[in-house]
């Protein structure tokens, strides 16, 4: 039985269709799941699946077709759209695969960025963005801009600004897709840490060893849960490195980058 205190997020049969051109296409097909307040979660599944369909979906970021969904114990439609902005600005971190930093802008400011769009008052900003900074272990890079950073440390730049507003979740998706083995262990670890200090973590990813990491793995196949499960937490990083892509996608991204 989970406790209603602790209950963050709650999906109640969410479907999600796409309608474009006439066409319609059914992505997400009665999807429930709760997630309770300090779980470290993956949701893995083959490429197409409807991972990201439903991380927008729980974020804020797009419309369920149809179903109930609950963050914080409140339902969508309880809210207005300005609180959902709130919520999605001060409540909810979000990494993407592909870091989505501001090139010519510095670490610190973009880090700053979410802060802009707060109610927290501007004398705090730097003081924000300096401790995601140090959590994300880049405060050697302060004046740097995102152009002159690695891969690892543009992600790394990323999840501070998901941090920077202390929100109660972070969404991660595919964070350590572009990445190689030995810099995604790293990601993951920091996200681990942020775990252990009471953030939320729901963590798209196609591989299983990173899938593995988390304590609570949600397998989706073509638009439904195929399974949930709680798995013991391994804490071996060293999994990671042996990592092999359950997608094909992966592969084509890797080849790209060479
Ligand atoms: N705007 C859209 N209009 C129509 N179909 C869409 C749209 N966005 C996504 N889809 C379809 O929804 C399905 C699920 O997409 P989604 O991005 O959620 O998959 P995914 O599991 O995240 O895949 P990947 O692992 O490749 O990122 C895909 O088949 C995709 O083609
Ligand atoms: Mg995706």
Redesign the pocket.
């Known amino acids: 039985m989970r406790n209603k205190k602790l209950l963050l997020i709650d999906a109640k049969g969410i479907s999600k269709t796409y309608f474009t051109d006439g066409i319609s296409t059914p992505v997400l097909k009665d999807v429930s799941f709760k997630i309770e307040k300090g779980e470290f979660i993956a949701i893995t599944g083959p490429?197409g699946s409807g991972?990201?369909t439903l991380l927008h979906i729980i974020g804020f970021l797009d419309d369920q077709t149809k179903g109930i969904y609950c963050f914080d114990s409140k339902c969508l439609g309880d809210y207005t759209e300005d609180e959902i902005a709130e919520v999605r600005n001060s409540e909810m971190g979000f990494v993407f695969q592909a870091f989505n930093l501001l090139s010519r802008t510095s670490v610190l400011d973009n880090v700053k960025l979410p802060l802009l769009y707060s109610k927290i008052p501007e004398k705090e900003w730097e003081n924000l963005a300096m401790s995601a900074i140090k959590e994300v272990g880049l405060e050697h890079r302060l004046d740097h801009t995102s152009s002159q950073l690695s891969g690892g440390e543009k992600q790394r730049v990323a999840i501070a600004r998901a941090l920077v507003s202390q929100p109660k979740v972070i969404f991660a998706?595919?964070p350590t897709g572009n990445l190689d083995s030995k810099t995604g262990k790293k990601i993951l670890k920091t996200l681990r840490d942020l775990n252990k200090k009471g953030h939320t973590i729901v963590l798209?990813t196609h591989d299983q060893s990173i899938a593995k990491s988390a304590d609570r793995i949600i397998h989706m196949i073509d638009g439904k849960i195929d399974s949930d499960k709680i798995i013991k937490k391994t804490k071996n990083e060293s999994a990671i490195s042996k990592s092999r892509p359950l997608s094909p996608k992966r592969d084509e991204v890797k080849k790209k980058r060479k």
């Open positions: 490429s991972k990201s998706d595919e798209i």
